[in-house]
């Protein structure tokens, strides 16, 4: 598990998804979760760089400061048991939705329908505090993938390839929506075409 958190790090980095600095991702394992750690180069995340924690954030091993935001990932996975991996980062594009008023519609492509569903939105609170952590996990009861306002993106996924593929169809479809809303093309799908969608997703749970 260590091994897949340094190397999904590495590729956040890779796909500047994320910068040097930013982002976190953690997995979940019986009682205990692997982390990232703070102030480690995101784009060379070695695998004895990862902490172990328990979930009540008991340090069971590391070498590092854990990572600010490990409150946060604690209280997405105290209010989602169903969640066994976490990917947060700092996207450009959807982190520039994030910091905007501007809504981020998934429903332009079928694929950001299926893997995003609706897109929930967290209130600004200050970075690594236990307020932003019980705000974005309030949020997380209604979603896979949060806009974290003034901030970034937070992925949740059963295991680490679905929490990336996640943040990764984020960040495209809001790419999409920059260009629609550029060139005054959109043409979202039709409720019926979404139902559908929805009727799939839920038929695969």
Partial sequence: MKKDIAYYMRRLYRQK???TSGGNIS???GNSIFITPSGIDKGEMQIEQIAEINQEG??????????????????IYKSRPDVCAIVHAHP????AFASSSKKLDSNLTSEGRLILGEIAFAKYALMGTQELA?????????SNVILMENHGIIALGRNLLEAFDRLEVIEFTAK???ITATLNIGKPLKQEQINEIDKMNSSSK
């Fill in 176 to 178: 999409m929506n920059y």
């Fill in 92 to 95: 450009p594009y959807a982190t």
């Fill in 27 to 29: 997995t979940k394992k």
């Fill in 17 to 19: 998804l994320t910068t």
């Fill in 58 to 75: 008991d340090i069971i091993k590391s070498p590092y400061q854990l990572s600010t935001e490990t409150p946060m990932h604690l209280s």
């Fill in 134 to 142: 019980n705000i974005v996990a309030k949020s997380s009861e209604h």
